[in-house]
């Protein structure tokens, strides 16, 4: 990877961006992949915009993977956000200000704009803000949470999937560059963050912060002036997606998708004349970035870490996966080019197992019964769903993954989330692993820390497992049931039945009072103790707001500060040492638990481009191949699914297949009966 460090820009003064490339030597851009030159444009046309309006700010620039191509901060911009959903709320960090560091809202904006994007559809944090509310569209009585509701706490900074950047001072390790890279707050709902495109590809991600606040918008009847999207939008002119597959060309049950509220005509400059920018602008950010610009990585090549199966390297088990699927899938690759998830066996529970033979014949067909789909959140019309599948056993190790060459990126995260979701809170000993002294205490004492960061506030945590029993049963999460993700969405949001606005919360969600897309329930809970610490470390940080006399985020006491070296808390371990939700929880549709022989032994989780044909191609995938292998792989027993529950007198969902979902046939309750 080609890096600029910001000494090799310091003679860069004044003039027109042509004298800067000659300056720093930087070359003309490849199809597939932002050069130096080309972040280094995206910046100084956002600094214009932002200059002209008087409103300093914080650009950040990624590319598709997730690399942090440069962060340039503004004198006068905002050092520090404040987190507002806009409603008055005294849980999670909803209303913490002065703490989370500007640069980190920004990378995490350019990161969901480059994440959520792909060769056939451009979604934006304004996107995000829409899909991620209590009610879909926001403030719609009896509307259901939105389709992604949840998603923003995916691509997490303590996750054991995505990845890290490496100061250029160490010796750089063969993934330094590969992705996924994780975004420091998840994925934002905060207008200003923009995908980035060149010969209609996405390769990157823009994200602005100048107002101060990290947000969503709350309101989507009308049009608003939003001073973070408009700086975004000059940054990213030469870069916008093909007017065809921005996300106001595509609807979700019959409602149409936001892009952007402003356009190009709002801009108060004209981007191309944008001149050369103060280079001391560029900042470093720990474990981000380390002050330079960075050319990006090229998608789909080996340096990118997600790159074509290729049978000779990776084993007769993923050619196997190709051979199901009918085409060449894509995986993630590690070290000497080798496959990041090797086709492995799953562990023994209650003498049953996934065997290596197995397992891709499971991924396989899924991928085969996404290639025949009709994607819901694609251009144009009559595409097949892109998506990533990832199999787990059930304690959460993961056993393989591969997804659909243009599949967007944050499904490899959330797909893995989702698989991990459906396996642990089947599993018998689900509730002892919530209860268990490794989880909730650190967690208090995280809330504590929170109370003492945010005058007035009350975050406290909830039992989760007492609430689900009064809720579910008195067996519940230690009685076997199989729950899938739509099932653990069900109980997991703000109004139980969803939508119904009338109503009090599911057992996993706090009360509608006290929830915000900043404080979910128990997904947020289990993450909160990274968030916090991820950001003191980023700052450099070690607070003791408990007043106990030693650091909050000091594991283990011994006083340095962030000693695990990424921000991040020890993980919680079962009784086999693995952290089975170590990406977190996931609380929207797309995954089933596998059994064989009647026994868990793992889950298959898919994300991409609709939630229904995620649950689609995760059902009828494991259906299909199940009748091929003939080896007792199955869906749960009927008997035991999270449909059979009826709680509040409103029976969980279990799987909800599309109607007419594939392309080339007229079949319409592909699920039904199975």
Not at 173 to 193: E, I, M, N, V
Not at 342 to 357: D, W
Not at 408 to 425: E, H, W
Request: charged share 15%; glycine share 12%; net charge neutral.
């Amino acid at each position: 990877m080609d890096k600029f460090s910001v000494s090799a820009i310091r003679a860069i003064t004044a003039g027109a961006l042509a004298i800067a490339a000659q300056l720093m030597g930087i070359s003309a851009a490849p199809a597939q992949n932002l050069s130096g030159l080309d972040v280094y444009r995206i910046i100084s046309q956002g600094v214009q915009e932002a200059s002209v309006r008087g409103r300093p700010a914080t650009i950040a620039v990624t590319d598709r993977v997730g690399n942090v191509l440069a962060v340039y901060q503004m004198p006068g911009a905002p050092v520090t956000v404040t987190v507002n959903s806009g409603r008055t709320v005294r849980t999670g960090i909803d209303g913490l200000a002065g703490v989370i560091p500007s640069t980190m809202a920004a990378i995490s904006k350019a990161v969901t704009g480059a994440y959520l994007s792909s060769s056939g559809n451009a979604f934006s944090t304004r996107t995000a803000s829409q899909i991620v509310q209590r009610n879909f569209n926001p403030l719609e009585v009896l509307g259901a949470g939105g389709p992604l509701f949840g998603v923003q706490f995916s691509q997490l900074p303590c996750s054991d999937l995505n990845r890290r950047f490496v100061n250029a001072a160490l010796p750089p390790p063969p993934d330094q560059f590969r992705g996924p890279k994780r975004a420091p707050l998840g994925l934002s709902a905060d207008t200003g963050g923009l995908p980035l495109y060149i010969g209609g590809v996405v390769v990157g991600g823009v994200g602005v912060l100048a107002d101060g606040v990290y947000g969503l918008d709350t309101d989507v009847s009308n049009i608003d002036a939003d001073e973070d999207e408009i700086i975004a939008i000059a940054a990213s002119t030469g870069y916008a997606p093909p007017a065809d597959i921005v996300a106001s060309r595509i609807t979700v049950d019959g409602k149409t998708l936001r892009f952007t509220d402003a356009r190009p005509a709002s801009l108060a400059a004209t981007p191309h004349l944008a001149p050369a920018v103060n280079p001391a602008g560029f900042v470093a950010v720990t474990g981000y970035t380390d002050g330079g610009i960075l050319a990006g990585q090229s998608y789909g090549a080996t340096g990118s870490g997600v790159r074509a199966i290729n049978p000779a390297m990776d084993g007769p088990g993923y050619a196997n996966v190709a051979n199901i699927a009918g085409f060449t899938p894509f995986i993630l690759s590690s070290g000497p080019d080798a496959p990041l998830f090797p086709l492995v066996a799953g562990a023994s529970n209650e003498g049953q197992s996934l065997t290596a033979a197995e397992v891709p014949v499971i991924l396989g067909h899924a991928l085969r019964v996404a290639s025949s789909a009709r994607a819901q959140i694609r251009r144009p019309l009559q595409s097949f769903a892109q998506v990533t599948v990832s199999i787990v056993d059930a304690e959460g190790q993961v056993l393989a993954q591969a997804r659909t060459p243009d599949a967007p990126i944050f499904g490899i995260d959330v797909s893995l989330q989702k698989a991990r979701s459906a396996a642990f809170m089947s599993r018998r000993d689900a509730a002892a692993n919530l209860q268990s002294p490794g989880v909730f205490p650190a967690i208090r004492v995280v809330a504590n820390a929170i109370n003492g960061l945010i005058p007035q506030h009350a975050y406290s945590v909830p039992d989760y497992v007492q609430n689900m029993r009064a809720f579910v049963g008195p067996g519940a999460l230690s009685d076997g049931m199989a729950y899938s993700v739509r099932a653990i969405g069900n109980l997991a949001r703000p109004y139980y039945p969803d939508g119904v606005n009338v109503n009090g919360n599911g057992p996993l969600s706090r009360p509608v009072a006290d929830w915000s897309p900043f404080s979910t329930g128990l997904q947020f809970d289990l993450v909160v103790p990274n968030i916090i610490n991820h950001v003191l470390f980023v700052r450099n940080l070690n607070l003791d707001v408990t007043g106990d006399g030693r650091g909050d985020f000091d594991p283990d006491g011994n006083g340095a500060v962030n000693d695990t070296g990424f921000g991040c808390t020890p993980v919680v371990s079962n009784s086999s040492g693995l952290n089975p939700l170590a990406n977190g929880l996931q609380i929207f549709a797309g995954s089933s638990p596998i059994y064989k022989n009647g026994v868990l032994v793992g889950a298959i989780g898919v994300s991409g481009d609709g939630i229904d044909q995620d649950d689609m191609v995760a059902f009828l995938g494991l259906h299909n191949a199940a009748i091929g292998l003939g080896t007792g792989v199955s869906h749960a027993p009927a008997a035991i699914r999270a449909d059979q529950i009826v709680a509040a007198g409103v029976r969980l969902r279990y799987v909800s297949c599309p109607f007419s979902p594939f392309i080339n046939s007229n079949e319409q309750r592909a699920c039904e009966g199975k």
